[in-house]
């Protein structure tokens, strides 16, 4: 099946072999930018290639974590455009965020 430039939760859950709450779950809680249009959510493809990247990490890598005050640091002074900032400031404020 071709991956689409825009997809469903259903595709996006079928292209992860996730269940479809699980995808869900991902966009009520941030991790996966979709819009909401009338009923149904709409998830860019970038979201979800985004999404792959983040969760990957070579094994016996360890991650740095940052304070909400440092990642805004860093945004101000990487001089993001107006949407990349949104969605950073998306993820940050995400419920379920460490503070």
């Known amino acids: 099946m071709p991956t689409k430039e825009i997809m469903t939760p259903e595709q996006v859950a079928d292209y992860l072999q996730l269940n479809s709450s699980t995808v869900y779950r991902y966009i009520r809680e941030g991790k996966l930018f979709a819009s909401k249009i009338g009923r149904q959510y709409r998830v ?26 440092q990642v805004q640091e860093f945004l101000r002074e990487d001089e993001l455009d107006q949407e990349t900032r949104a969605k950073a400031e998306t ?7 460490n503070k």
């Open 44 to 69: 860019p493809k970038e979201s979800v290639e985004l999404l792959l990247m983040v969760t990957a990490m070579p094994q016996g890598l360890r991650l740095r974590r940052y304070g909400r005050e």
């Open 91 to 97: 993820l940050i404020t995400a419920p379920g965020r």
